[in-house]
């Protein structure tokens, strides 16, 4: 550890216990190495980009079309939710949100731990949040949009296939009267391709820059 304070932005903190935790889907010990960064003052946005998410990315050859490790994964995975769970945990936000918002992963992809990820920042930052879960056809998405009264409607995309969905979008929106609605994108084989590309008005870098866009987006709506 630096002497830099814990609460500077610049601390160093060392997340190599929690990523090999992670790896090897050891969730006790991951709570525990999460426990050790929480009492050093490390912040939940760091612990989530620089631990959670740089474990995930290191599962890359475990996880391809060719290659696949169900149980290792499945057991990180969980790993992964465990932590999670202690960083948001139930009955940490408010249950009346100030704005609502519905997001999903479209049909045909499974992968859900970054939108829940999404869920519970936004949640703890006060926002009501439907969420439709994964493999959610985009007609599922449009209506729970209209029902809820949503501000900003979100989809998480981790394969390549799933563009095309994301692509259908606004159209469907614009079907149903809601053409304005900004949607948000976000996810591993999204944040590779630019707003236009998709049909969207933001594309998210990671949970927290994307509910950094909520936010100034909402405070907007409020003062017009
Ligand atoms: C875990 C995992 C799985 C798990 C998913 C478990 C679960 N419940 O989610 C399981 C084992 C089920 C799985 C299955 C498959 N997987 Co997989 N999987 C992964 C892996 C290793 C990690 C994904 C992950 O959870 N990352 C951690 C989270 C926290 O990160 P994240 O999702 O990016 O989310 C963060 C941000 O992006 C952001 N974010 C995410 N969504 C959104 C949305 C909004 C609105 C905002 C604002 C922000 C935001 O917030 C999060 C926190 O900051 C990736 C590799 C990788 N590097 O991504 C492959 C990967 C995504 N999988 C892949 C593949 C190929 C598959 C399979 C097709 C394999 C197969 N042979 O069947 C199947 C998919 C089946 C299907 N139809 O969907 C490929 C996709 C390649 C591609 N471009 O298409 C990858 C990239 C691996 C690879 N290198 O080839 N997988």
Redesign the pocket.
């Given at each position: 550890m630096s002497n830099v304070p814990p609460s500077d932005p610049r601390a160093e903190f060392d997340f190599q216990p929690l990523i090999d935790a992670l790896l090897a889907g050891d969730h006790k010990l991951a709570l525990t190495a999460t426990q050790v960064l929480i009492d050093r003052g490390c912040s939940r946005e760091r612990i989530?980009?620089e631990g959670?998410?740089h474990a995930?990315?290191r599962?890359?050859?475990?996880?391809?079309?060719?290659s696949?490790n169900?149980l290792e994964?499945?057991l990180?995975?969980r790993a992964?939710s465990a932590v999670v769970h202690v960083l948001y945990p139930d009955g940490y936000a408010p249950t009346e949100g100030r704005a609502t918002f519905v997001?999903a992963?479209l049909e045909?992809?499974?992968?859900?731990?970054?939108?829940n990820?999404?869920r519970m920042?936004l949640v703890g930052k006060g926002f009501r949040v439907v969420d439709l879960g994964?493999?959610c056809p985009v007609e599922n998405l449009v209506s729970a949009a209209q029902r809820e009264d949503a501000v900003a409607v979100?989809?998480?995309?981790?394969?390549?296939?799933?563009v095309s969905q994301v692509r259908k979008v606004r159209p469907a929106l614009s079907a149903a009267g809601l053409g304005e609605l900004p949607v948000?994108?976000?996810?591993?084989?999204?944040?590779q391709l630019q707003p236009r590309a998709l049909d969207v008005d933001y594309v998210?870098?990671?949970?927290?820059?994307?509910?950094r866009?909520?936010e100034r987006l909402v405070e907007a709506d409020e003062r017009s």
């Amino acid at each position: 550890m630096s002497n830099v304070p814990p609460s500077d932005p610049r601390a160093e903190f060392d997340f190599q216990p929690l990523i090999d935790a992670l790896l090897a889907g050891d969730h006790k010990l991951a709570l525990t190495a999460t426990q050790v960064l929480i009492d050093r003052g490390c912040s939940r946005e760091r612990i989530v980009t620089e631990g959670l998410e740089h474990a995930m990315s290191r599962l890359d050859d475990k996880c391809t079309v060719d290659s696949f490790n169900l149980l290792e994964i499945m057991l990180v995975g969980r790993a992964v939710s465990a932590v999670v769970h202690v960083l948001y945990p139930d009955g940490y936000a408010p249950t009346e949100g100030r704005a609502t918002f519905v997001i999903a992963t479209l049909e045909g992809d499974v992968h859900d731990l970054g939108k829940n990820i999404v869920r519970m920042v936004l949640v703890g930052k006060g926002f009501r949040v439907v969420d439709l879960g994964r493999d959610c056809p985009v007609e599922n998405l449009v209506s729970a949009a209209q029902r809820e009264d949503a501000v900003a409607v979100l989809v998480s995309g981790l394969i390549s296939p799933v563009v095309s969905q994301v692509r259908k979008v606004r159209p469907a929106l614009s079907a149903a009267g809601l053409g304005e609605l900004p949607v948000v994108a976000g996810g591993a084989a999204l944040k590779q391709l630019q707003p236009r590309a998709l049909d969207v008005d933001y594309v998210a870098e990671n949970a927290f820059d994307g509910a950094r866009y909520l936010e100034r987006l909402v405070e907007a709506d409020e003062r017009s």
